[in-house]
């Protein structure tokens, strides 16, 4: 009797939450609307929300029209990144989930999840994208799993080299680097102490993550995983990318906490002047140039991450992405419908509209859109940089050990710890059985 009433009073108690929070999530509005609608339930994080469906943003509600149409009153279910993923995985696992469509990150997006999801191959055949191949091709590659499209791509964060005009000037320089080996130039001169005692990095990028790390192997032509699943297929591009981030800390020009920073503290190094080029998000560029925020309004410029001189032709743009697609459960009930969303979100002018609500889009061609272009100033920037976008390490399960890895391995090298050649040594041993297994 004991156990029966603690789990009645868990399973009401849960009930309360949920609702709660499907409540909270929709707002006055959209509870007024939806009078007598059935229930659409979406999985993803607290911004897609906003950036699709906040009707107090420049591009307004962008799911109005299709809940109109469909009758259906949608339920956001959103939970931080991890837990996303974690609640994910467990709605597989049932025999049918009450998650219509969730939205999942590359870094999650491994064969044992795509197995899991919907094939959306006869959706695309018989009422397909809008101009589907105006969406970024290596983020439509990244969700092809065994010949099948099992997501869409939807949102990106994409890395730029962000620079402060202002200590350029200091020193003497005119412009960005156009090259990696004029970035290894520009830091160490830009590593020097202002006449107001600000202590200046000439270059950094967060140390407690794979992302940059493999941004900056990239610009070396050496990922640690290809394409084609080949472990290190340019070791001597990955060796010099070591011997130069070691350089570079031996020298001062990365920051000595660099091995603990993390995104936020490199964020606050470039808004107050304490590092003259990073790399970081290139959505970023309003904070580093807001006046409530920065101490550069307006002199914190961006341009893509560069790559070895000798390397312009085979990577004449140095983009890596992470990015967020949508996706059916294999085992949801509203599958045509959940892709009649996917869809209409998909849109062109969809698109555009969460663009302007905060998204990062992944058609090339809204960076052409002059509703985009006049609020964000790096449109250009990010549409060149789009057809070149790849993410940090292919999918396959054992991605994020591989990519703990690389950041361990990293950080011993560039500390002193590990030689460059010991390095890529290590990434050899530890990484191999990860790709086996």
């Known amino acids: 009797m004991h156990v029966r009433t603690i789990s009645l009073r868990r399973r009401r108690f849960l009930g309360r939450t949920l609702a709660a929070s499907a409540a909270s999530a929709l707002g006055g509005r959209g509870e007024a609307r939806a009078q007598g609608a059935d229930t659409f339930t979406i999985l993803s994080h607290r911004v897609h929300q906003q950036v699709a469906s906040d009707a107090t943003r420049p591009g307004g509600d962008v799911t109005a029209a299709w809940c109109e149409r469909n009758n259906r009153r949608i339920t956001w279910f959103t939970l931080d990144v991890a837990p996303i993923h974690d609640r994910l995985y467990r709605e597989l696992s049932l025999g049918e989930t009450t998650i219509d469509l969730a939205y999942a990150v590359n870094t999650a997006v491994a064969p044992r999840l795509l197995r899991q999801l919907e094939p959306l191959d006869a959706f695309m055949a ?30 990106h964060a994409t890395v730029g080299l962000f620079y402060n005009e202002e200590l350029f000037a200091e020193r003497g320089l005119s412009g960005p680097p156009t090259t990696m080996e004029e970035l290894v130039d520009h830091a160490q001169r830009l590593t020097y102490t202002r006449v107001d005692g600000t202590a200046v990095n000439g270059f950094a990028f967060q140390g407690n993550s794979h992302f940059n790390m493999l941004t900056m192997a990239f610009g070396f032509d050496a990922p640690l995983i290809d394409a084609e699943m080949r472990l290190l297929p340019n070791e001597a591009g990955m060796t010099r990318m070591f011997e130069t981030l070691r350089m570079m800390f031996e020298r001062g020009a990365l920051p000595r906490n660099f091995a603990a920073m993390g995104q936020e503290d490199v964020f606050t190094m470039i808004q107050t002047g304490r590092v003259a080029m990073a790399l970081a998000i290139m959505g970023r560029y309003a904070d580093f140039n807001d006046p409530q925020k920065s101490r550069f309004p307006g002199r914190i410029k961006l341009v893509p991450a560069v790559a070895l001189a000798a390397l312009k032709e085979r990577v004449p743009l140095v983009a890596t992405s992470d990015f967020w697609s ?25 698109t555009i509209r969460q663009a302007l609500n905060g998204n990062g889009p992944v058609r ?58 010991g390095g890529v040594a290590d990434l050899k041993r530890r990484v191999a059985p990860l790709l086996a297994g």
């Open 326 to 350: 949508m996706t059916i459960p294999r085992n949801a009930r509203n599958k045509p419908l959940a892709w009649s969303l996917m869809r209409e979100l998909s849109s062109r002018d969809a």
């Open 126 to 155: 018989s009422t397909p994208i809008e101009d589907f191949t105006d969406i970024s091709a290596g983020m439509v590659r990244a969700v092809t799993f065994e010949g099948s499209l099992r997501a869409v791509p939807i949102r």
């Open 364 to 421: 090339a061609s809204a960076y052409a859109d002059d509703r985009l272009i006049s609020r964000v100033p790096y449109a250009a920037i990010e549409a060149r940089v789009l057809p070149h976008a790849r993410p940090p390490l292919p999918l396959f399960d054992k991605a994020q050990q591989a990519a703990d890895v690389m950041m361990q391995t990293t950080q011993a090298v560039v500390l002193g710890q590990m030689s460059p050649a």
